[in-house]
């Protein structure tokens, strides 16, 4: 993209410029750009903004509120994959028999966090939607602190166990969050600038999470001059990341209570009516004026507003569950992502194809459940059970002492690497998932298209963890070979679970059983996620890492054989857009764009 030169009458502040599909959307980087911005000035305000709305620019910010409050959940989320291995087989005893069982018990650690917010994810959900958005998030931030506290103080296995489940159980913010950005855009033109925020904020957390682990698990071994023994942090060992995790959570709670804004409109209704009588009240009047309506509107048919969801509109793939009125999903958290827009030309002759002068559709008693919708959503499942055994088998392999001498193939033992390696190799690993998700994926799906793409990683996916076990044999190799695997797996799965979501919503019949279908989706996925670690886990243990790690492989290749019961789809023009970066030049008050430079 060529540079090009945008006149500026006002101030120029410093600010980066996210261009999707066109549109350019402001977000500034200094404490003068943020108060500069409202109301917005800017030359690259989206086209459209009504009178009553804020400008793209300021929907961006208030958006960067919310992240600010999810930051914290990936890092408390990822601190303990990196030491969930050593300290298992702590609580168990440290014995060589608990040794060999520490795979499996490290796993349920993993996948008990995901059962319990499973179960209790619909619950927050409906709780949020009579009391507010702002409580349930601030309640869901609460119950990951207090998690993290009691993990860290855990010196049974059970109480850790307990403390991940009750994280899990705390926090519903996973959909809530999401609903929220779907509850401050209300133009659609805004949206993208809005969503590409969750990705980003999920990846750069995971990798602070990971540092935390790595380097400040059992400081009294890594740091005996700075941490005694027999001090707080010798007896606790593994108190301290979950204290800086725990730290940052509270942040993220005073952040929230005083800048966090509801967003739940019938909350925001009865909050605004409670004001009202309390106001009338104090004034000793009915406070009825000569414009009141003679009929009030009922408390309890508190109006409800929703995005729009006419007319064709992008669809973007980011790192959350489905939101109502959205056609927007993903797995989990923890699932690959994108923080690019991607626009899905719309079946024209498809029951989703409408006019803004037509009625919308109201009932739709066609099949649901059809063939491409199950085959994907059984390709679906597939694919988040490896990612996430691989993910949990990562670290143990890491861990785990090698039984064979140096140099020589150990296909039962690990590498034997400390706590402070596996957090660098867990940083690298979210790295190299940004750089994917920022320049790869775009460029790839581009130019090969959706279900190509979809078809060429599914297949090409085993080989990412074939590879894993037979890196003992070259140790001067080893290193490479890992940041070689992961690159692999984060530039198969970034790939994969956009390209399949994009299929499953193009394959979806009507835009009112979209919800159903990434419910079952997002279901099926959350499961086979639970199941995955301490099936790996078990399968380690039983076998060594070779095993565990050819049972990644044999999903991926029962993924790949799948592929010929999904009927081929092929998406004929998918525009995907990367963030472009803009730079003020002071001296001729001009802006200058260049695409794709930091």
């Excluded at 930051?71 to 990822?78: G, K």
Aim: aromatic content about 10%; overall charge negative; proline content about 8%.
């Amino acid at each position: 993209m060529p540079a090009s030169v945008l006149k500026d009458e006002s101030k120029a502040f410093p600010y980066w410029q996210l261009t999707v599909l066109g549109e350019s959307f402001s977000i500034p980087f200094s404490p003068a750009g943020l108060i500069h911005f409202w109301p917005s000035t800017s030359p690259v305000a989206a086209a459209g903004t009504r009178a009553d709305q804020p400008p793209a620019d300021c929907v961006l910010l208030l958006t960067w509120r919310q992240p600010l409050c999810r930051f914290s959940e990936p890092i408390a989320f990822s601190s303990i994959l990196s030491y969930s291995y050593v300290m298992t087989i702590d609580l168990l005893g440290g014995t060589e028999e608990d040794d060999k069982d520490a795979s499996f018990y490290s796993g349920l650690l993993v996948s008990a966090y995901a059962v319990a917010e499973a179960l209790t994810s619909v619950g927050w959900g409906t709780l949020s939607d009579h009391y507010g958005r702002k409580p349930v998030v601030l309640i869901g931030l609460g119950g990951v602190a207090l998690s993290s506290l009691i993990f860290g103080f855990s010196q049974k296995y059970w109480v850790a166990l307990l403390a991940r489940f009750i994280g899990g159980a705390l926090n519903g913010n996973v959909s809530v969050m999401q609903t929220m950005v779907a509850e401050m855009v209300k133009v659609p033109e805004h949206e993208p600038a809005a969503y590409a925020v969750q990705p980003f904020v999920w990846t750069l957390g995971s990798i602070v999470g990971a540092a935390l682990g790595g380097f400040l698990a059992q400081p009294a071994k890594s740091y005996p001059h700075l941490f005694p023994e027999d001090g707080l942090f010798g007896r606790y060992p593994y108190l301290l990341p979950n204290l800086l995790a725990v730290l940052v959570v509270v942040l993220a709670i005073i952040q929230g209570l005083i800048f966090l804004d509801e967003t739940n409109p019938r909350a925001k209704y009865l909050a605004e009516q409670k004001k009202l009588k309390q106001q009338q009240k104090t004034n000793g009047h009915n406070g009825h004026t000569e414009t009141s309506p003679l009929l009030q509107e009922s408390t309890s048919d508190a109006p409800i507003k929703r995005p729009s969801v006419d007319g064709p509109r992008p669809f973007f793939v980011e790192e959350s569950l489905p939101a109502p009125g959205v056609q927007t999903f993903d797995l989990r958290r923890s699932s690959f992502g994108t923080m690019h827009e991607i626009d899905v030309p719309h079946n024209r002759d498809g029951p989703s194809e409408r006019t803004q002068s037509q009625e919308p559709e109201m009932h739709y008693e066609g099949a649901v459940w059809t063939r491409p919708i199950v085959m994907l959503i059984v390709s679906l499942v597939l694919i988040s059970y490896h990612q996430m055994a691989a993910g949990a088998l990562l670290p143990i392999h890491l861990l785990a002492k090698p039984l064979k001498p140096h140099g020589q193939l150990d296909l039962i033992g690990g590498f034997g690497y400390s706590l402070p390696d596996v957090g660098v190799y867990l940083m690298v690993n979210g790295i190299l998932s940004l750089g994917v998700q920022a320049f790869i994926f775009p460029l790839f799906v581009s130019k090969v298209g959706v279900w190509r793409s979809f078809i060429i990683v599914v297949i090409l996916y085993p080989t990412a963890y074939l590879v894993m076990p037979f890196l003992s044999a070259v140790p001067n190799l080893t290193s490479a070979g890992i940041i070689g695997s992961l690159l692999l797996q984060a530039f198969f799965g970034i790939i994969s679970v956009p390209a399949a979501l994009i299929l499953l919503k193009d394959a979806t019949p009507s835009p009112l059983v979209l919800g159903r279908v990434n419910g079952l989706a997002m279901s099926a996925c959350c499961a086979a996620r639970t199941v995955s670690p301490p099936m790996v886990g078990l399968l380690y243990s039983a076998g060594g890492s070779a095993v565990a790690w050819f049972s990644c492989a044999l999903v991926g290749v029962l993924g790949a054989l799948q592929l010929f019961w999904i009927p081929r789809k092929e998406i004929p023009h998918v525009s995907i857009e990367r963030p472009t970066i803009v730079t003020r030049d002071d001296d001729d008050d001009a802006t200058v764009v260049q695409d794709g430079e930091p």
